[in-house]
Protein backbone atom coordinates (compact mmCIF):
# COMPACT_ATOMS: atom_id res chain seq x y z
CA UNK A 1 0.00 0.00 0.00
CA UNK A 2 2.47 2.48 1.04
CA UNK A 3 4.20 1.51 -2.59
CA UNK A 4 1.13 2.68 -3.60
CA UNK A 5 0.62 5.99 -2.24
CA UNK A 6 4.18 7.18 -3.47
CA UNK A 7 3.59 6.08 -7.08
CA UNK A 8 0.34 7.83 -6.67
CA UNK A 9 1.97 11.44 -5.25
CA UNK A 10 5.00 11.04 -7.87
CA UNK A 11 2.20 10.51 -10.95
CA UNK A 12 2.00 13.99 -12.33
CA UNK A 13 5.58 14.71 -12.03
CA UNK A 14 8.74 12.13 -12.50
CA UNK A 15 6.50 8.80 -13.34
CA UNK A 16 7.73 6.75 -16.34
CA UNK A 17 4.20 6.69 -16.89
CA UNK A 18 5.41 9.73 -19.78
CA UNK A 19 2.19 8.44 -21.99
CA UNK A 20 -0.26 10.03 -19.96
CA UNK A 21 1.65 13.02 -18.35
CA UNK A 22 2.23 16.51 -20.14
CA UNK A 23 3.68 19.44 -19.82
CA UNK A 24 1.76 22.70 -20.71
CA UNK A 25 3.81 26.16 -20.67
CA UNK A 26 1.49 29.13 -19.91
CA UNK A 27 2.70 32.43 -22.16
CA UNK A 28 1.27 35.62 -22.52
CA UNK A 29 1.60 38.94 -21.94
CA UNK A 30 1.34 40.66 -18.76
CA UNK A 31 -2.28 40.90 -17.46
CA UNK A 32 -3.81 39.36 -19.57
CA UNK A 33 -5.22 36.59 -17.33
CA UNK A 34 -3.15 33.65 -17.26
CA UNK A 35 -3.06 33.34 -13.45
CA UNK A 36 -6.61 33.18 -13.25
CA UNK A 37 -6.86 31.09 -16.39
CA UNK A 38 -3.99 28.83 -14.25
CA UNK A 39 -6.38 29.09 -11.30
CA UNK A 40 -9.08 27.59 -12.96
CA UNK A 41 -7.46 24.97 -14.61
CA UNK A 42 -5.46 23.48 -11.36
CA UNK A 43 -7.90 24.91 -8.81
CA UNK A 44 -4.84 26.26 -7.31
CA UNK A 45 -2.57 23.18 -6.26
CA UNK A 46 0.32 24.88 -6.48
CA UNK A 47 3.60 24.39 -6.15
CA UNK A 48 7.05 25.59 -6.64
CA UNK A 49 8.65 23.87 -9.28
CA UNK A 50 12.59 23.26 -10.28
CA UNK A 51 13.04 23.18 -13.63
CA UNK A 52 16.35 22.79 -15.86
CA UNK A 53 18.10 25.78 -16.15
CA UNK A 54 19.15 28.84 -13.94
CA UNK A 55 15.44 29.63 -12.51
CA UNK A 56 12.96 28.27 -10.45
CA UNK A 57 9.93 28.88 -12.26
CA UNK A 58 7.28 30.04 -9.46
CA UNK A 59 3.67 28.59 -10.09
CA UNK A 60 3.32 25.39 -11.48
CA UNK A 61 0.12 23.18 -10.66
CA UNK A 62 -1.73 20.00 -11.48
CA UNK A 63 -4.90 18.87 -13.38
CA UNK A 64 -6.35 16.03 -14.88
CA UNK A 65 -8.39 15.90 -17.67
CA UNK A 66 -10.27 12.76 -20.04
CA UNK A 67 -7.22 10.09 -18.39
CA UNK A 68 -4.50 12.39 -19.18
CA UNK A 69 -2.69 14.33 -16.18
CA UNK A 70 -1.46 17.46 -17.06
CA UNK A 71 1.20 19.84 -15.07
CA UNK A 72 0.53 23.32 -15.89
CA UNK A 73 3.42 26.03 -15.78
CA UNK A 74 2.36 29.17 -15.35
CA UNK A 75 5.89 31.39 -17.14
CA UNK A 76 5.98 35.52 -16.24
CA UNK A 77 4.31 38.02 -18.52
CA UNK A 78 6.65 39.36 -21.75
CA UNK A 79 5.74 40.99 -24.71
CA UNK A 80 8.50 39.16 -26.87
CA UNK A 81 10.97 36.38 -25.95
CA UNK A 82 14.07 38.66 -27.11
CA UNK A 83 16.20 38.44 -23.54
CA UNK A 84 15.94 41.98 -23.07
CA UNK A 85 14.58 40.68 -19.18
CA UNK A 86 15.63 37.82 -17.10
CA UNK A 87 11.54 36.81 -17.50
CA UNK A 88 11.72 37.08 -21.07
CA UNK A 89 14.70 34.98 -20.60
CA UNK A 90 12.76 32.29 -18.54
CA UNK A 91 10.11 32.15 -20.71
CA UNK A 92 12.24 31.74 -23.72
CA UNK A 93 14.53 29.16 -22.13
CA UNK A 94 11.27 26.95 -20.96
CA UNK A 95 9.81 26.95 -24.28
CA UNK A 96 12.82 25.95 -26.21
CA UNK A 97 14.58 23.84 -23.89
CA UNK A 98 11.97 22.37 -21.20
CA UNK A 99 10.25 21.83 -24.54
CA UNK A 100 6.44 21.70 -23.07
CA UNK A 101 4.23 19.38 -24.95
CA UNK A 102 2.05 22.39 -25.63
CA UNK A 103 2.80 25.81 -25.04
CA UNK A 104 -0.83 27.68 -24.32
CA UNK A 105 -0.56 31.54 -25.22
CA UNK A 106 -2.78 33.60 -23.08
CA UNK A 107 -4.11 36.42 -25.14
CA UNK A 108 -6.49 39.80 -24.31
CA UNK A 109 -9.43 39.74 -26.76
CA UNK A 110 -9.60 43.91 -26.09
CA UNK A 111 -5.77 44.25 -27.95
CA UNK A 112 -5.55 41.03 -29.73
CA UNK A 113 -3.06 42.80 -32.13
CA UNK A 114 -0.30 43.17 -29.39
CA UNK A 115 -0.48 39.55 -27.80
CA UNK A 116 0.10 38.41 -31.43
CA UNK A 117 3.42 39.46 -31.62
CA UNK A 118 4.59 37.45 -28.79
CA UNK A 119 2.22 34.05 -30.42
CA UNK A 120 4.22 34.72 -33.74
CA UNK A 121 7.81 34.73 -31.87
CA UNK A 122 6.33 31.85 -29.82
CA UNK A 123 5.64 29.65 -33.26
CA UNK A 124 9.32 30.24 -34.26
CA UNK A 125 10.34 28.21 -31.48
CA UNK A 126 7.52 25.58 -31.58
CA UNK A 127 4.28 24.28 -33.52
CA UNK A 128 2.61 22.82 -30.59
CA UNK A 129 1.15 26.21 -29.49
CA UNK A 130 -2.63 26.97 -28.56
CA UNK A 131 -3.94 30.30 -28.45
CA UNK A 132 -6.46 31.06 -25.34
CA UNK A 133 -8.67 34.46 -26.25
CA UNK A 134 -9.31 35.62 -22.81
CA UNK A 135 -11.36 38.04 -21.98
CA UNK A 136 -13.76 38.06 -24.28
CA UNK A 137 -16.34 39.24 -21.67
CA UNK A 138 -14.31 42.61 -21.75
CA UNK A 139 -13.82 42.36 -25.18
CA UNK A 140 -17.71 42.01 -25.48
CA UNK A 141 -18.48 44.92 -23.59
CA UNK A 142 -16.11 47.15 -25.65
CA UNK A 143 -17.99 46.07 -28.65
CA UNK A 144 -15.19 43.92 -30.01
CA UNK A 145 -16.35 40.79 -31.14
CA UNK A 146 -13.18 38.01 -31.85
CA UNK A 147 -14.09 35.73 -35.04
CA UNK A 148 -11.99 32.94 -32.97
CA UNK A 149 -12.31 30.43 -35.87
CA UNK A 150 -10.41 32.71 -38.85
CA UNK A 151 -7.55 33.50 -36.19
CA UNK A 152 -7.03 29.80 -35.66
CA UNK A 153 -7.15 29.56 -39.82
CA UNK A 154 -5.13 32.23 -39.89
CA UNK A 155 -2.35 31.57 -37.64
CA UNK A 156 -2.45 27.53 -38.57
CA UNK A 157 -2.81 26.27 -35.08
CA UNK A 158 -5.82 26.13 -32.81
CA UNK A 159 -7.64 28.26 -30.36
CA UNK A 160 -10.45 28.88 -28.08
CA UNK A 161 -12.18 31.98 -26.77
CA UNK A 162 -12.72 32.14 -22.88
CA UNK A 163 -13.66 34.52 -20.30
CA UNK A 164 -11.41 32.84 -17.23
CA UNK A 165 -12.81 34.85 -14.52
CA UNK A 166 -16.27 33.47 -14.87
CA UNK A 167 -15.02 29.67 -16.08
CA UNK A 168 -16.60 30.31 -19.65
CA UNK A 169 -14.92 28.16 -22.17
CA UNK A 170 -12.60 25.84 -20.39
CA UNK A 171 -14.14 23.01 -20.64
CA UNK A 172 -13.56 23.18 -24.44
CA UNK A 173 -10.13 24.72 -24.03
CA UNK A 174 -9.28 21.41 -22.15
CA UNK A 175 -10.95 19.41 -24.60
CA UNK A 176 -8.91 21.25 -27.37
CA UNK A 177 -5.42 20.40 -25.35
CA UNK A 178 -6.82 16.75 -25.56
CA UNK A 179 -7.84 16.79 -29.31
CA UNK A 180 -3.78 18.60 -29.85
CA UNK A 181 -2.43 15.70 -28.36
CA UNK A 182 -4.69 13.00 -29.67
CA UNK A 183 -3.04 13.92 -32.86
CA UNK A 184 -6.77 14.48 -33.99
CA UNK A 185 -6.29 18.97 -34.89
CA UNK A 186 -4.39 19.43 -38.03
CA UNK A 187 -1.24 21.86 -36.98
CA UNK A 188 0.33 24.17 -40.18
CA UNK A 189 1.69 27.01 -37.91
CA UNK A 190 1.90 30.42 -40.57
CA UNK A 191 5.46 30.83 -40.70
CA UNK A 192 6.45 34.40 -40.93
CA UNK A 193 8.88 34.68 -43.99
CA UNK A 194 11.14 37.96 -44.06
CA UNK A 195 12.65 39.95 -47.34
CA UNK A 196 14.40 37.73 -49.59
CA UNK A 197 18.30 39.09 -48.50
CA UNK A 198 17.68 38.03 -44.54
CA UNK A 199 16.10 34.83 -45.80
CA UNK A 200 19.35 34.12 -47.28
CA UNK A 201 21.18 34.77 -44.69
CA UNK A 202 18.70 32.64 -42.29
CA UNK A 203 19.31 30.05 -44.49
CA UNK A 204 23.08 30.51 -45.12
CA UNK A 205 23.57 30.22 -40.98
CA UNK A 206 20.80 27.90 -40.73
CA UNK A 207 22.70 25.39 -43.13
CA UNK A 208 26.01 25.80 -41.30
CA UNK A 209 24.29 25.08 -37.85
CA UNK A 210 22.48 22.49 -38.13
CA UNK A 211 24.99 19.87 -38.11
CA UNK A 212 25.33 20.40 -34.59
CA UNK A 213 21.94 21.27 -32.97
CA UNK A 214 20.47 18.62 -31.57
CA UNK A 215 17.40 17.85 -33.88
CA UNK A 216 14.88 18.93 -31.31
CA UNK A 217 15.21 22.36 -31.68
CA UNK A 218 14.24 24.71 -34.13
CA UNK A 219 17.13 25.31 -36.45
CA UNK A 220 15.45 28.46 -38.16
CA UNK A 221 14.82 29.96 -35.00
CA UNK A 222 18.20 29.61 -33.60
CA UNK A 223 19.56 31.48 -36.93
CA UNK A 224 17.29 34.08 -36.25
CA UNK A 225 18.84 34.80 -32.93
CA UNK A 226 22.32 34.40 -34.54
CA UNK A 227 21.30 37.09 -37.00
CA UNK A 228 20.54 39.37 -34.22
CA UNK A 229 23.54 38.25 -33.01
CA UNK A 230 22.34 36.70 -29.80
CA UNK A 231 25.12 34.70 -29.75
CA UNK A 232 24.01 33.56 -25.81
CA UNK A 233 21.14 30.92 -27.64
CA UNK A 234 24.57 28.82 -28.99
CA UNK A 235 25.56 29.02 -25.18
CA UNK A 236 22.46 27.49 -23.78
CA UNK A 237 22.54 24.80 -26.11
CA UNK A 238 26.13 23.97 -25.14
CA UNK A 239 24.86 24.27 -21.91
CA UNK A 240 21.86 22.16 -22.22
CA UNK A 241 23.76 19.67 -24.51
CA UNK A 242 26.37 19.22 -22.03
CA UNK A 243 28.66 17.30 -24.57
CA UNK A 244 31.31 18.19 -27.21
CA UNK A 245 28.91 20.90 -29.07
CA UNK A 246 31.97 23.02 -30.54
CA UNK A 247 30.83 26.53 -29.81
CA UNK A 248 33.88 28.24 -30.71
CA UNK A 249 34.11 26.93 -33.39
CA UNK A 250 30.63 27.52 -34.66
CA UNK A 251 30.70 31.14 -33.70
CA UNK A 252 33.72 31.70 -36.04
CA UNK A 253 31.81 29.60 -38.60
CA UNK A 254 28.58 31.52 -38.41
CA UNK A 255 30.10 34.64 -38.12
CA UNK A 256 31.68 33.73 -41.51
CA UNK A 257 28.11 33.76 -42.56
CA UNK A 258 26.98 37.40 -40.63
CA UNK A 259 25.98 40.04 -43.34
CA UNK B 1 10.83 65.72 -45.23
CA UNK B 2 12.66 64.72 -42.30
CA UNK B 3 10.39 63.96 -38.86
CA UNK B 4 11.53 67.09 -36.56
CA UNK B 5 9.23 65.65 -33.62
CA UNK B 6 9.68 63.04 -31.44
CA UNK B 7 7.42 61.41 -28.81
CA UNK B 8 9.37 63.29 -26.09
CA UNK B 9 7.81 66.71 -27.05
CA UNK B 10 4.31 65.96 -27.06
CA UNK B 11 1.65 67.19 -24.68
CA UNK B 12 -0.14 64.87 -22.30
CA UNK B 13 -3.35 64.14 -23.91
CA UNK B 14 -2.09 64.37 -27.59
CA UNK B 15 -2.05 61.31 -29.57
CA UNK B 16 0.35 61.03 -32.06
CA UNK B 17 1.31 58.48 -35.25
CA UNK B 18 4.85 56.85 -35.27
CA UNK B 19 6.69 57.52 -38.19
CA UNK B 20 10.33 56.58 -37.83
CA UNK B 21 12.52 54.81 -35.06
CA UNK B 22 16.23 56.03 -34.94
CA UNK B 23 17.42 54.16 -32.00
CA UNK B 24 20.00 51.06 -33.44
CA UNK B 25 20.30 47.90 -32.23
CA UNK B 26 18.67 45.74 -29.02
CA UNK B 27 16.59 48.61 -28.40
CA UNK B 28 15.40 49.30 -31.16
CA UNK B 29 13.90 45.31 -30.86
CA UNK B 30 12.50 46.06 -27.61
CA UNK B 31 10.61 49.13 -28.64
CA UNK B 32 9.07 46.86 -31.47
CA UNK B 33 8.44 44.43 -29.47
CA UNK B 34 5.95 46.64 -27.21
CA UNK B 35 4.18 47.82 -30.03
CA UNK B 36 6.42 50.96 -31.31
CA UNK B 37 6.12 50.32 -34.64
CA UNK B 38 5.79 52.63 -37.61
CA UNK B 39 2.40 53.78 -38.06
CA UNK B 40 0.85 52.47 -34.73
CA UNK B 41 -1.12 55.68 -32.97
CA UNK B 42 0.42 56.22 -29.55
CA UNK B 43 -1.54 58.52 -27.10
CA UNK B 44 0.66 60.36 -24.44
CA UNK B 45 -1.47 59.28 -20.68
CA UNK B 46 0.94 61.19 -18.17
CA UNK B 47 4.26 62.07 -17.03
CA UNK B 48 5.75 61.24 -13.79
CA UNK B 49 6.35 64.10 -11.40
CA UNK B 50 10.16 63.99 -12.34
CA UNK B 51 8.97 64.42 -15.93
CA UNK B 52 10.90 61.21 -16.78
CA UNK B 53 9.50 58.28 -17.07
CA UNK B 54 6.24 59.11 -19.30
CA UNK B 55 3.58 56.75 -19.64
CA UNK B 56 1.67 56.20 -23.31
CA UNK B 57 -1.28 54.13 -24.44
CA UNK B 58 0.13 51.59 -27.51
CA UNK B 59 -1.77 49.29 -29.06
CA UNK B 60 -4.31 48.61 -25.69
CA UNK B 61 -1.41 48.55 -22.92
CA UNK B 62 -0.07 51.32 -21.23
CA UNK B 63 4.05 51.23 -21.40
CA UNK B 64 6.46 53.94 -19.63
CA UNK B 65 9.36 55.04 -21.40
CA UNK B 66 12.33 57.26 -20.45
CA UNK B 67 12.68 60.27 -21.91
CA UNK B 68 15.98 59.47 -24.12
CA UNK B 69 14.29 56.61 -25.67
CA UNK B 70 10.90 58.69 -26.54
CA UNK B 71 13.31 61.67 -28.34
CA UNK B 72 14.32 59.05 -30.79
CA UNK B 73 11.03 57.89 -31.86
CA UNK B 74 9.95 60.44 -34.58
CA UNK B 75 6.07 61.10 -34.70
CA UNK B 76 3.40 62.60 -36.99
CA UNK B 77 0.91 64.57 -35.16
CA UNK B 78 -2.01 63.89 -37.91
N1 LIG C 1 -13.50 40.38 -16.97
C1 LIG C 1 -12.51 39.49 -16.96
N2 LIG C 1 -11.46 39.67 -16.14
C2 LIG C 1 -10.48 38.76 -16.14
C3 LIG C 1 -10.49 37.63 -16.99
N3 LIG C 1 -9.36 36.93 -16.77
C4 LIG C 1 -8.67 37.59 -15.84
N4 LIG C 1 -9.33 38.69 -15.45
C5 LIG C 1 -8.89 39.70 -14.48
O1 LIG C 1 -7.77 40.36 -15.05
C6 LIG C 1 -6.83 40.72 -14.02
C7 LIG C 1 -5.46 40.14 -14.35
O2 LIG C 1 -5.54 38.74 -14.29
P1 LIG C 1 -4.29 37.81 -13.94
O3 LIG C 1 -4.77 36.41 -14.01
O4 LIG C 1 -3.64 38.23 -12.68
O5 LIG C 1 -3.34 38.17 -15.18
P2 LIG C 1 -1.83 37.74 -15.46
O6 LIG C 1 -0.98 38.92 -15.15
O7 LIG C 1 -1.80 37.44 -16.91
O8 LIG C 1 -1.51 36.55 -14.62
C8 LIG C 1 -7.43 40.18 -12.73
O9 LIG C 1 -8.10 41.22 -12.08
C9 LIG C 1 -8.39 39.10 -13.20
O10 LIG C 1 -9.46 38.91 -12.30
C10 LIG C 1 -11.63 37.47 -17.85
O11 LIG C 1 -11.71 36.53 -18.64
N5 LIG C 1 -12.58 38.44 -17.81
MG1 LIG D 1 0.09 36.24 -13.25
Known amino acids: MAINTTLLSESTENSPDKQNNFVIALAGNPNVGKSTVFNRLTGLKQHTGNWPGKTVIKAEGTFSHRNRHYTLVDLPGTYSLHTSSSDEEVARDFICFSRPDITLVVCDATCLERNLNLVLQILEITDRVLVCVNLLDEAERKGIHVDIAMLARQLGIPAVGTAARSGRGLESLKNVLDDMLAGKIAIRPRQLVYDPELERSINKIEKRLAPYLPAWINSRWVALRVLERDFSILEHISNHKNNDFPRQVLKEEVALCLP | ?78
Not at chain 2, 14 to 37: C, H, K, M, Q
Request: positive net charge; aromatic residues 2%; without cysteine.
Open chain 2, 1 to 78: MPHTLSLADIPIGASVRIAEILTPGNNRRRLLDLGLVPGARVEIIRRSPSGNPTAYLIKGAVIALRNENAAQIMVDTN
